[in-house]
């Protein structure tokens, strides 16, 4: 049975401090996604990750993979208020139809 | 353009009642999906479904629980006799399926708040 572990699941941080967040998966699997959810709302897509070293950026988040690690990383680099926010990362187990999420890192940037 | 839409956007209702939840996926999407979200729980998987497949029950919690999918667009998760552990936020997803068994991004809509008391 895939499992996905996330790690933290609360962070706390100032402006423009760098950080990871950790997803690890116990199976293979073809793709990882990362979403962001904020209060209230639904699930945005983030990234796609489909292959082993495969790294995405897209403002102040970088994503990356290692599949034979089964380990996936969200880096935030110089953190603004406006990335607070829950995120969740996704699997894509092979074959299969539905994705398995992680448990989501809320966080919280400080002015 | 439009994204998947669902509705109604809250529900209450008493415990023993039953509930339709409605979800519009996005158009040309083939496939579409159920999630639910609670505190206790986080985001599981409930129902898949991809063109004219039957569809992969799989993650349905009770029998209580039924989806369809009319005209492969459509969809509607139907709760009977809804108990208090049913109260969670229902997310609808959509996707495109690439050929073979690969899958697009989901995009997930608003979802359903749904609360028994």
């Known amino acids: 049975e895939l499992k996905v572990e996330q790690n933290p699941l609360f962070l706390s941080m100032q402006e423009g401090k760098n950080y990871t967040i950790y997803c690890n998966y116990s199976t293979t699997s073809d793709r990882l996604y990362w979403y962001r959810q904020d209060p209230g709302k639904s699930l945005e897509s983030l990234f796609v990750?489909?292959?082993?070293?495969a790294v995405k950026q897209e403002g102040r988040l970088m994503a990356s993979l290692d599949t034979k690690a089964r380990l996936s990383t969200l880096h935030i680099t110089a953190a603004v208020h406006d990335l607070s926010a829950t995120y969740f990362c996704?699997?894509?187990?092979?074959?299969?139809?539905?994705?398995?999420f992680g448990a989501g890192t809320i966080l919280r940037v400080k002015s | 353009g439009a994204g998947v839409s669902q509705s109604p956007s809250n529900k209450v209702t008493e415990k023993g009642k039953d509930v339709e939840l409605r979800c519009d996926p996005i158009s040309g999407h083939t496939a579409l999906y159920w999630y639910r979200q609670s505190l206790g729980q986080g985001l599981e998987f409930l129902i898949y479904f991809q063109g004219n497949s039957a569809p992969d029950k799989s993650g349905l919690p009770s029998d209580r629980f039924s989806a369809e999918r009319t005209g492969g667009s459509v969809s509607t998760l139907t709760i009977q006799r809804t108990q208090q552990e049913d109260s969670a936020v229902y997310l609808c997803a959509s996707s495109l399926v690439a050929s073979g068994a690969y899958q697009e991004t989901q995009y997930f809509g608003p979802g359903t708040r749904l609360l028994v008391l």
């Open positions: 996704a699997v894509d187990s092979y074959g299969g139809n539905k994705l398995v």
């Open positions: 990750l489909l292959s082993n070293g």
